[in-house]
Each structure stands twice: as structure tokens, then as C-alpha cells.
């Protein structure tokens, strides 16, 4: 991250605006909201400048530049036109540890102006980094049509309310829920429907009459293979909403990225002989969290009833009476041959499909294995990439052909994902010097045929 998303107040500070042409007078326009006073230093002022300093006293006009005017500013704009006279400017700023910005050179500034959604109080910016101004735009245009223009009064609104619901909730999480419940519900939609006087008389009565225990919940939910697009809605509602979140070493960082910002991080994490914390010990961290008053976020990857030890888990918070709710996920299998452009199922090839774990207890070959070798079949071991090589000649032993095609999916719907494909005889000699990171999933059957022609990523 390039540039840090920072909201500065300047009421009452002053601003030092050097230039004096339309580029001057669209951030002249833009400060004046934020009740700043603007010193505009060039020798010309730009029509629509002259307007705005005629109507607003809190701009005043020097004609030259000089370096001893950075002395009493608190912030500085270079927008003279002239590259080397802002670059010159921003120098001298940066000396005095002024933040300053160059207007279109986001090189040569500490700080820069995001495209800006204003709902006040409710401010939101979107910025490329100075990158890419077209897509700034296209992305505020996007929350713009998102955002209804009634939202700051709705903000206003309850932060007129909230020191009552302050008194009567003191528990932060009881408070939270309060809130999370009406500025989604019917105080809202009157709020947006101009009927403020109505929404005012329900979240009054509502501080009033509402009980909120302190009872807590755990959210299992699943968060797919990778990609943060292949989220439910649901999903990422629960995310926001959890105090602490306990995720999973197969839970991408773009996915966690997503769960509330000032929620606590717990990595429960588990691979082959090495876990972080004992699946015993998750479950009961879910209990004695969720008996704390917490909403707690359990994060898996893929789905948490399919290899997901969901089943354990919710296992034990129904024995300690402990509320919840389970989120399915895109699982891997579907998810990953979807990506690679390998259907699991196709009328030509393949009318069943069996999802198996691949992760073999020290190599023992306890599966199956008769049962898997049938036609029209496709198999897909989770898993299963330390195992491959007991998986493919366990297989040929009892009957597949050594010329079946199998594929693996390394780091499956991320922007890391490396497909190989070969067949049961020669796929481990084939991987033998890649680099083939976990999660990988193994999928075999004649479907593996068809990446070649539907591939897409």
C-alpha cells in the first residue's frame, strides 16, 4: 500500500494553495468544504477563483511565492502547471515535514486526493494510488449509486440517539447488536424515506423496550478455495460481524483481509505433523469464547462439512448449548476444477463423482480402493499431493488403467494457481523439480482430458 487512506481535519488550519488556474480552483472547491483557511498564492487568479474568493472570506490571495510562507501553513498544494516550480515547492514542504501535494504527480506528493463520496458525517474515498483516475472514477460512480444520498442523516440520527443506547446497552457486544439490527432495518429505510420524525419514535422506543443478552455465537463458516469472489453474501456478512475470528491455515490472506478490522486473529491452523492447535482444543476455544458474550468467526477453507471437521465442531457447541450458525463454502473440488476447466461430471465421461482425502496416516493404504476403480468415474483426493505416489499405484494395482489422466491443482481460483496434468504412470515422475505448493488437490478420471480445450484461466 502505497498511500495511506488518512482523513485530515482541517477546520481552522491553514492551507497553503500555490497556482492560480482551473486546477487550483477545483481543490480550492473541495477544501473550502473542509472549513480550512486557504491562503492562494499566484500572480493571476483563474475566473472561477476570483468568484470563489469573492464569496468566501476564508481565502485569501498573495501574489509571489516565497518558501517563508510554508512557515505558517499546516498543509500545501502545487498546482502552478509548472512541473518544476511543484516540484520545487513540494522539496521545500518536505523539509519542513509539511504533508504537500503535487495535483496530478503522485511521485513527487506525501499525500494525495481520493475521489470522494460525501455523505457527511459519512465520508468515503476511493483512490488508484494516483494510477489510474478513469477507474477512480468508475469505482466512486459504483459506490456513489450504492450509498443513498440520505445516509449522513441516518449517521446523525443515531449518533443523536446513542448515548441513550449507551446508558441503557453498557456492554459493547449487547450495544452492537442493537445497532446492527435497526441501521439495517425498518429506522433505516424510514430515515431513507424522509420519515424522520417515525424513525426518531422507533429507535426511542426501541432503546426502551429491546433486551440484548450477552449471550455469544459462533459463525462456522466456509470461505472457499481462494478466491474472494467465490464468497456467499452471507459469508461476508457474518465476517464483519465477528469479535474474533479463528481461521484456518487454507483461508487466503485476500479472505481475511475481509473480517472486521479490529476483530482478533486467532491462526488454528493445521497441516501435516504440524498443528498449531489440536482440534480438540479448537473446540473447546469455540465454547469457552462464545460463553464469554463473543461472536466468534470460525474460518475454514473450502466447505466445513467436507474435510472441514465442521461436523466436530458443531458437535460440541450443541452438547455446551452454545448458539450457531454454519455458512456452507464453495468446496475445493468444485471450486479448483472449475478453474483448471475440468468439469467433474460430463455425459461423455464421467455420471459420478467421489471427493476423497488423500492425507494417508503414515503411508498405510486403508482406503478402498477396489471401489474406486470403476468407469465413468472421476475421483478427486483432498490432500493428497504427499500421498500421490501411494495414490497412483494403489489404483493401477487394482485395475485403473496407467494411461487414466489425472491432473493436479496447486493453489486452486488464486492468482498462484499451477495446473500439471500427466497420467497415473507417469504423474509423479512429471512433478519430480516443480515447485508445487499446498493446497493441492488431485483429480482423476477422463474428464482431465478436457482442460486442454476449456481452460480459461
Not at 468568484?51 to 510554508?70: C, E, F, G, R
Not at 441503557?168 to 431513507?192: D, I, M, S, T, Y
Not at 476444477?337 to 482425502?357: E, K, M, N
Request: hydrophobic share 45%.
Amino acid at each position: 500500500m502505497e498511500f495511506l487512506p488518512l482523513f485530515f481535519n482541517l477546520n481552522g488550519s491553514r492551507v497553503l494553495l500555490v497556482g492560480g488556474g482551473e486546477k487550483a480552483a477545483r481543490k480550492t472547491e473541495l477544501l473550502l468544504k473542509t472549513h480550512a483557511q486557504i491562503v492562494l498564492c499566484a500572480e493571476i487568479l483563474a475566473p472561477a477563483l476570483q468568484q470563489l474568493m469573492a464569496a468566501n472570506a476564508q481565502i485569501s490571495h498573495v501574489q509571489t511565492y516565497s518558501p517563508d510562507l510554508l512557515e505558517a501553513s499546516d498543509l500545501v498544494v502545487a498546482a502552478t502547471d509548472d512541473a518544476e516550480k511543484d516540484a520545487a515547492i513540494a522539496a521545500q514542504a518536505r523539509l519542513r515535514h509539511l504533508p504537500v501535494n503535487v495535483v496530478n504527480d503522485a511521485e513527487a506528493s506525501s499525500f494525495i486526493f481520493p475521489s470522494i463520496i460525501d455523505r457527511s458525517p459519512v465520508i468515503a474515498a476511493v483512490s488508484s494510488s494516483g494510477q489510474m483516475p478513469v477507474l477512480t472514477r468508475l469505482l466512486r460512480n459504483l459506490l456513489e449509486s450504492t450509498i443513498p444520498p440520505a445516509y449522513g442523516r441516518l449517521a446523525e440520527l443515531a449518533a443523536e440517539i446513542n448515548p441513550l443506547a449507551k446508558k441503557r446497552f453498557p456492554e459493547v457486544n449487547q450495544r452492537r447488536k442493537f445497532w446492527e439490527r435497526h441501521l439495517e432495518g425498518r429506522f433505516a429505510e424510514l430515515v431513507f424515506s424522509g420519515k424522520e420524525v417515525e424513525a426518531r419514535q422507533l429507535i426511542e422506543d426501541s432503546v426502551k423496550d429491546e433486551e440484548y443478552s450477552n449471550e455469544g455465537e459462533v459463525y462456522l463458516v466456509g470461505a472457499g478455495p481462494g478466491d474472494p469472489d467465490l464468497l456467499t453474501f452471507k459469508a461476508l456478512r457474518l465476517m464483519r460481524q465477528a469479535d474474533i475470528v479463528l481461521y484456518d491455515r487454507l483461508v487466503s490472506p485476500a479472505i481475511l483481509s475481509l473480517v472486521r478490522a479490529d476483530a482478533e486473529k486467532v491462526d488454528v491452523g493445521k497441516e501435516r505433523a504440524n498443528h498449531t492447535l489440536p482440534q480438540q482444543d479448537i473446540n473447546e476455544l469455540l465454547v469457552t469464547l462464545a460463553k464469554q458474550g463473543r461472536r466468534v468467526l470460525r474460518l475454514k477453507g473450502g466447505d466445513p462439512f467436507i474435510f472441514g471437521r465442521g461436523g466436530e465442531e458443531i458437535d460440541r457447541l450443541a452438547d455446551a448449548g452454545v448458539p450457531f450458525q454454519v455458512v456452507p463454502g464453495i468446496t475445493a473440488a468444485s471450486g479448483c476444477a472449475a478453474y483448471a476447466g475440468i468439469p467433474l461430471t460430463h455425459r461423455d465421461f464421467s455420471q459420478s463423482v467421489r471427493f476423497i482425502t488423500g492425507h494417508l496416516k503414515d503411508n498405510t493404504c486403508d482406503l478402498a480402493w477396489q471401489d474406486f476403480v470403476q468407469n465413468r468415474q472421476t475421483l478427486v483426493f483432498y490432500m493428497g499431493l504427499v500421498g500421490l505416489p501411494v495414490i497412483a499405484s494403489q489404483l493401477v494395482q487394482h485395475g485403473m488403467s496407467p494411461e487414466m489422466p489425472v491432473a493436479l491443482v496447486s493453489r486452486g481460483t488464486t492468482p498462484g494457481q499451477k495446473v500439471i496434468t500427466g497420467t497415473l504412470e507417469n504423474i509423479v515422475d512429471t512433478i519430480k523439480g516443480q515447485d508445487i505448493k499446498a493446497p493441492t488437490l488431485v483429480i482423476i478420471g477422463e474428464v482431465v482430458k478436457l482442460r486442454e480445450k476449456l481452460q480459461w484461466r
